[in-house]
């Protein structure tokens, strides 16, 4: 199994509500990362995950919570998120190596409304 | 930290080779070459990476000088389905520089019949 998966694909949210984005790969990778990516621009590094602890944080709101569960699951919390939060939100992994070959998502396209 | 700089737009036709170059003046001594494709709504897909001199795979190739102060992305016979931006970038992939993870404004390539 060589895929990640995201869900929802798509998610529209109101800026008081609380919602979660799932990532999930079965590929015995160690390292996950979600990125975000407005239009026409190029995908923007927000965590990284390794042995299931958070390594990096690029300096991301705190409306933006991730949680790692197990080494196969990666979640984003959502709260109280603006219309500018607006995006397509990537879920990655790959080997231990950090920028070694990253296996990406589909994405969940978030609107805020 | 090492910036890229990529062509915004390249056009060609079916059957042609492409070359898609990147360019990295202050690239570290640890710092590898990657590359990804990225097709609309998807995320993005790892391509090649390389440190000097050429690397091939199925896909295509990659062209490293001496000064790895550039690199170029050749992909041989294009088709239809190569329309797509792709990614330059150049990072450690050691653990701790983890935050170096950043990708280039990409190259838009447009392939006609």
């Known amino acids: 199994d060589t895929e990640v998966t995201q869900t929802p694909k798509h998610l529209v949210m109101g800026m008081t509500n609380k919602k979660s984005l799932k990532c999930e790969q079965h590929?015995?990778?160690?390292?996950m990362y979600w990125y975000k990516q407005k239009a026409k621009k190029p995908p923007e590094l927000m965590f990284v995950?390794?042995?299931?602890?958070?390594?990096i944080n690029e300096s991301v709101p705190s409306r933006f919570s991730p949680e790692c569960p197990n080494s196969s699951l990666l979640n984003l919390h959502l709260h109280a998120l603006q219309p500018e939060d607006s995006a397509l939100y990537l879920c990655?992994?790959?080997?231990?190596?950090?920028?070694?070959?990253?296996?990406f998502g589909p994405g969940t396209r978030l609107t805020v409304l | 930290l090492a910036k890229t700089t990529q062509p915004i737009s390249m056009d060609s036709y079916e059957g042609q080779e492409v070359n898609i170059t990147c360019s990295h003046n202050?690239?570290?001594?640890?710092?590898?070459i990657t590359w990804y494709q990225q097709f609309p709504s998807q995320g993005p897909r790892f391509i090649i990476q390389?440190?000097?001199t050429k690397v091939t795979n199925e896909v295509a190739s990659l062209f490293i000088p001496a000064d790895r102060k550039s690199s170029t992305l050749s992909l041989p016979r294009v088709s239809l389905s190569d329309t797509a931006v792709y990614y330059c970038?150049?990072?450690?992939?050691?653990?701790?520089?983890?935050?170096?993870?950043?990708f280039g404004s990409g190259t838009r390539l447009s392939i006609r019949p």
């Open positions: 990655a992994s790959s080997q231990e190596d950090i920028n070694n070959e990253q296996f």
């Open positions: 590929m015995g990778h160690r390292a």
């Open positions: 995950y390794s042995y299931e602890k958070l390594s």
């Open positions: 202050n690239i570290a001594t640890n710092d590898y």
């Open positions: 390389g440190y000097k």
């Open positions: 970038l150049v990072g450690d992939r050691l653990y701790s520089s983890a935050s170096k993870i950043i």
